[in-house]
């Protein structure tokens, strides 16, 4: 957004923030490079991190105490203590992204206007807790991003405002977040002027053509090489850099950050071939050329650089049946 669309678009007004993962920190960035700042930073509790599992901050907690904000991290949404205190700040809008929890009834009635969601998908479409994930996996070339009043149930609630935003071929999420956080931002102040003008009202989704984003399983951080090359390389554009999605090398965990299909009819499953600094994965059905990776104890780095003190036999998964083959 330009310097006059800035000065065009008026305040967001009296709002408390809600989020706690890397797109909510990105979007509470954008917000406050937009100086949009909220009242209060609800985030969801620290959690054991790292190797050592202590209790460390999220991305927005750490945000916050940057710049500095007022933080919450209830553990319980209904706590009384903590409605008290969202009730006495007496917000106009609540405006909530990758948070993580549903917001119940008692809270959505505190702000005096809305409670809104930016949401990255064109809804009804990929409801749910990893709609960015759940596009690329499906090989989707484009997103949505959606501005909804917030309801009790999950991202089912009237929407204000949508866009769309291209995926550019072999893009990761991590490609995607700034992007999305940027749009989003936009978007998200765009239906707050709109709103206030009295030029849009909440339209109701329409519950055809609705789809569920679930949250990524366990085993679906693992790649599972009876699958084809080309939900492979999905599967790593989803969830790169974090969580990731992880392979055995000779036995040692690689945490796999880039990586692309290709036709190689003569490798088996399992099967890998270094072909000068190509780094290939024989599957179900072509192969998987890694690109960039993250080897157990050691930096990112690309498959040229691996290959020059690594030279790989075999790659596996702990992954044991068919019952338990991610879906693309």
Same mark, same amino acid.
């Given at each position: ?18 989020? &706690?993962?890397?797109? +909510? ?24 991190? *790292? ?6 901050? *999220?991305?927005? #907690? ?13 553990? !319980? ?25 549903? /917001? ?8 005096? #206007? ?20 759940? +596009? ?46 940027? !749009? ?30 679930? #949250? ?6 693992? /790649? ?15 969830? &790169? ?56 104890? #050691? !930096? ?16 596996? &998964? ?11």
């Amino acid at each position: 957004m330009d310097t006059a669309s800035q000065e065009k678009t008026p305040p967001l007004r009296r709002f408390v923030f809600f989020g &706690s993962g890397e797109l +909510a920190a990105r979007v509470l960035e954008e917000l406050l490079h937009r100086r949009q700042v909220p009242l209060l930073v609800v985030t969801t509790p620290d959690r054991p991190r *790292g190797r050592g599992r202590r209790l460390r901050p *999220g991305p927005v #907690k750490v945000l916050a105490q940057a710049h500095p904000l007022r933080i919450l991290q209830p553990e !319980r949404l209904k706590d009384p203590d903590f409605l008290k205190t969202l009730q006495a700040e007496a917000p106009d809008y609540l405006v909530l992204t990758d948070y993580g929890k549903i /917001l119940p009834s008692r809270v959505l009635e505190i702000p005096r #206007k809305l409670a809104l969601n930016l949401h990255p998908s064109l809804l009804p479409r990929y409801r749910g807790a990893a709609p960015v994930e759940r +596009a690329l996996m499906a090989g989707e070339r484009e997103i949505g991003l959606s501005i909804l009043v917030m309801v009790p149930r999950v991202d089912a609630g009237p929407v204000l405002l949508q866009d769309r935003m291209p995926v550019p071929e072999e893009a990761t999420k991590g490609d995607l977040l700034p992007e999305i956080a940027r !749009r989003g931002t936009d978007l998200l102040l765009r239906a707050v002027a709109a709103y206030e003008r009295g030029e849009i009202r909440p339209q109701p989704q329409p519950e055809e053509g609705a789809t569920y984003a679930p #949250k990524i399983r366990p085993e679906e951080t693992w /790649l599972d090489l009876r699958r084809p090359a080309r939900e492979l390389a999905r599967q790593v554009r989803a969830l &790169s850099p974090r969580p990731g999605v992880r392979l055995l090398l000779d036995g040692q965990v690689a945490r796999i950050l880039r990586a692309r299909a290709v036709d190689h009819p003569d490798l088996v499953p399992g099967e890998v071939r270094v072909a000068g600094h190509r780094l290939l994965v024989g599957t179900t059905e072509g192969a998987l050329e890694i690109l960039e990776l993250v080897p157990a104890g #050691k !930096r990112a780095m690309t498959a040229r650089e691996f290959l020059l003190g690594h030279r790989p036999r075999q790659a596996s &998964s702990p992954l044991a049946s068919d019952d338990s083959t991610p879906a693309p």
